[in-house]
């Protein structure tokens, strides 16, 4: 069975200051797929990232950075210098077992970023 | 245009209504997704069509039923709803077999 857990329901942070938020994930597949969703007030999900399970390098996009370890099966994901516009719910999303359709959520983690 | 639009954005309903919720893809893709989203839950995958084809229904009930009469077009119908139906509805599109999924901003719906 596939679960994607993220502990953290609520951050609240100040605007500048750097957040992580994390994602711990449990599979038995060798080959996976994982994602992060941002999700703003609109409602509407935004792809931000995905990472296959043979690639542990970590990616930096702009303030955006994410951090996969194997060994700890997480997921992390982190904002520099945060910004009001940060505010939103993010998702992380594991994708595996022989389903290409099925995405597992996490129950999403709700970032607000106070000026 | 956006890649998944959705309408209506809200839609406030009795129970004995017949309603449908639309989705449209301008992304070239393949396979679509019917997602509800509830409160303090995570979100839970209803139906998956791809090629225009049923490949997952999650035990959903069925006072919900999908259509998907094209791979650009995706129906939702609702009738005899629940109130603990309320919840925002999400429409998704991939190339199938790969992801990730593209979203839809959602329709907001209220059952009185």
């Known amino acids: 069975a596939q679960k994607v857990t993220q502990a953290q329901t609520e951050i609240s942070v100040v605007e500048k200051e750097d957040v992580t938020l994390d994602c711990v994930y449990e599979?038995?597949?060798?080959?996976?797929?994982l994602f992060w969703y941002k999700q703003p007030p609109s409602g509407e999900l935004v792809f931000l990232i995905r990472r296959n399970s043979f690639d542990e390098q970590n990616e930096i996009s702009g303030r955006y950075s994410w951090n996969f370890q194997k060994s700890t099966s997480s997921f992390n994901f982190t904002i520099t210098a945060s910004q009001v516009v940060d505010s939103a719910v993010y998702f992380c999303?594991?994708?595996?077992?022989?389903?290409?359709?099925?995405?597992?959520f996490g129950k999403g983690t709700l970032l607000t970023v106070n000026p | 245009e956006t890649g998944v639009t959705q309408t209506p954005r809200h839609l406030v309903m009795g129970m004995t209504n017949k309603k449908s919720l639309k989705c449209e893809q301008h992304?070239?893709?393949?396979?679509m997704y019917w997602y509800k989203q509830s409160a303090k839950k995570p979100l839970e995958l209803m139906f998956v069509y791809s090629l225009e084809e049923r490949v997952e229904n999650n035990s959903v009930p069925s006072r919900f039923s999908p259509e998907c009469p094209n791979s650009s077009h995706l129906f939702l119908h609702l009738h005899t709803l629940q109130p603990e139906d309320s919840a925002l509805y999400l429409c998704a599109s991939s190339q199938a077999g790969f992801q990730p999924q593209h979203f839809g901003d959602g329709t907001r719906l209220s059952i009185l």
């Open positions: 999303a594991l994708n595996s077992g022989g389903s290409n359709y099925k995405l597992t």
């Open positions: 599979t038995r597949d060798t080959t996976y797929y």
């Open positions: 992304l070239g893709h393949n396979a």
